[in-house]
């Protein structure tokens, strides 16, 4: 075979074994038959992280959504509006506060003096824990301290209560609290590192345990090393009952009247307030704006929050556009 053909064929090759390597979505709801179960490879702009909107059975990027907290840290309120919160590397924050749901997340990262970045102003941070409590509980999840990263070892850490929760292997295996009054359920999206947690009537969050790749870590000058690929959370949360008066990094966006203080249409719109959300560990509730245990008012419940569709994000997380 001539050169130039060899050539075409081995590039040929590439691509379809690049396809058939590409990670892939499907609808789970039975309840749109015409897309429901039918595979989606994902997008260029979250290769590994996609889901797919049933209604309009296609693959859409879950960081993308309102509610979702990716990347370093980047934000979707409920509001639909696209911020980075950066806190500090080793140092927790408050990420929502209500009368009966507080959440903080635990940052890890790189400060500025680790890096030889020209110009950095702040530390690299990525959010490796939440901490969650509701009544009298507290739900841990973590991502394990990694050095290589490899997709199929497990890398999500569970705790509720004190008490570690073993998940059985495979995709669709969960567990179940039998305890407490408000129904705690955990269920594996796939067959490691991806869960979704169910808490009673008050929010379900989709949990993704996620490294920094060569890629990432060379396009923006990250220099993560072999030691330390720094496995972190990407995280799309979903509230069914608020106070109108919730707050925290992203709880505020869901605030009756709250308008978002950052400047929209620059390339990185920062939310700054790290004093008032910062608490003195993981499940403490002591920030400055805690409304947790606080007499409850009138909620923000059966009423559905307005709809907002997001496109146009891409692995820098610019461009976001969210219509109501």
């Not at 058939?20 to 039918?38: H, L, Q, R, T």
Request: proline residues 5%; charged residues 20%.
């Amino acid at each position: 075979m001539a050169p130039k053909k060899w050539a075409l064929f081995i590039i040929l090759c590439a691509v379809v074994a690049a396809q058939a390597s590409a990670w892939k979505a499907s609808c789970e709801d039975p309840y749109y038959g015409s897309c429901y179960g039918i595979a989606h490879a994902c997008p260029p702009g979250c290769p590994r992280t996609c889901q797919v909107d049933c209604k309009l059975c296609k693959p859409i990027c879950a960081c993308d959504k309102p509610g979702a907290v990716c990347q370093d840290p980047r934000f979707i309120g409920g509001d639909g509006i696209m911020f980075y919160f950066h806190g500090k590397k080793d140092r927790d924050f408050c990420l929502v506060s209500d009368p009966n749901l507080h959440i903080n997340g635990h940052f890890i990262g790189k400060s500025k003096t680790q890096t030889q970045t020209r110009g950095l102003k702040r530390d690299f941070t990525w959010v490796q824990s939440i901490g969650l409590r509701f009544e009298s509980h507290q739900l841990y999840l973590g991502a394990n301290n990694v050095a290589r990263w490899n997709d199929s070892q497990d890398q999500l850490k569970l705790v509720f209560d004190g008490r570690t929760v073993a998940l059985p292997p495979g995709k669709g295996a969960g567990w179940e609290d039998s305890v407490s009054s408000t129904r705690v359920k955990i269920t594996r999206v796939q067959d490691a590192n991806a869960v979704t947690v169910r808490v009673g009537d008050v929010l379900s969050v989709a949990v993704r345990v996620v490294p920094i790749t060569d890629e990432e870590s060379r396009v923006h000058g990250y220099e993560i090393t072999e030691d330390d690929c720094f496995a972190h959370l990407e995280l799309n949360f979903r509230f069914y009952e608020l106070s109108a008066h919730v707050t925290g990094v992203l709880g505020q966006t869901y605030s009756a009247g709250f308008k978002s203080p950052v400047k929209i249409g620059v390339a990185m719109p920062v939310m700054g307030g790290e004093d008032k959300f910062a608490v003195s560990h993981l499940f403490a509730t002591d920030c400055k704006v805690s409304r947790f245990g606080m007499e409850r008012e009138p909620r923000i419940g059966g009423v559905q929050f307005p709809t907002v569709s997001c496109a146009g994000g891409n692995a820098a997380g610019r461009g976001i556009v969210c219509r109501r």
